[in-house]
């Protein structure tokens, strides 16, 4: 089965620091693409991050990057200089290649950034 | 641009009734289109995609069905609802061509069963 496991339910961080949201997930595929999701409290879930998963690069867009170490399956999210309004539920989501375009979700860690 | 309109944004419905959902999205043509529900402290769970008209796959067995009439309309429907059918219901639409297209998500509707 092919599913993506968040370890951490909640998380909190200071304004201006950084922090790591984990991600591990299980497929038997050789070849996906692993996504980062972000849903503030207005519930809409917006996309912050995605990685191929045969590009060894890890990805980085603004203050967002990614740790990505396919041999043990991870996929951990970085945000640095945290912001007020990075408060929000973090989903991390993968897409295996064989099959239909499906997203297969993590249950979500709760990130509370305070001023 | 593309843009996906969901509505309505919130709805409280009585047990038994029906429902209508629906979606739709503008600026591109033959997108995916997906309905997930996100139950409460949960994450979401697929429950039906189209790749085209009339072409609907289910992924759970539920008490819902979807269909998709027009290439940018998709909409989720019951004929009694639940109790259990409460949540947040969430659609989205990737392009049609390559796994690496991420999914656009809707603002989603609020639904609760009295």
């Known amino acids: 089965a092919q599913t993506v496991t968040q370890s951490q339910p909640e998380m909190s961080v200071q304004e201006a620091e950084t922090v790591t949201l984990s991600c591990t997930y299980d497929?038997?595929?050789?070849?996906?693409?692993l996504f980062w999701y972000k849903q503030p409290p207005s519930r809409q879930m917006i996309l912050v991050i995605r990685q191929e998963a045969y590009k060894q690069q890890n990805a980085t867009e603004n203050r967002f990057s990614v740790n990505f170490q396919k041999a043990a399956k991870s996929f951990s999210l970085k945000i640095s200089d945290s912001q007020l309004g990075d408060t929000a539920m973090y989903f991390c989501?993968?897409?295996?290649?064989?099959?239909?375009?499906?997203?297969?979700f993590g249950k979500g860690t709760k990130l509370t950034v305070n001023p | 641009s593309q843009t996906i309109h969901q509505w309505p944004a919130t709805l409280v419905q009585p047990v038994g009734s029906p429902l209508s959902l629906e979606c739709t999205v503008e600026g591109t043509s033959n997108p995916n289109l997906y309905w997930y529900r996100q139950a409460a402290g949960r994450g979401l769970q697929l429950l039906f995609y189209?790749?085209?008209?009339?072409?609907i796959s289910s992924e759970v067995p539920q008490n819902l069905s979807a269909s998709r009439p027009q290439d940018r309309q998709f909409i989720l429907s019951s004929k009694k609802l639940l109790l259990s059918d409460s949540g947040f219901y969430l659609c989205?639409?990737?392009?049609?061509?390559?796994?690496?297209?991420?999914?656009?998500f809707g603002d989603g509707t609020r639904l609760s069963i009295l």
């Open positions: 989501a993968f897409t295996p290649q064989g099959g239909s375009e499906k997203l297969v």
């Open positions: 989205a639409w990737s392009l049609g061509s390559g796994r690496n297209q991420p999914q656009h």
């Open positions: 497929t038997s595929e050789n070849n996906y693409y």
């Open positions: 189209s790749v085209g008209i009339g072409q």
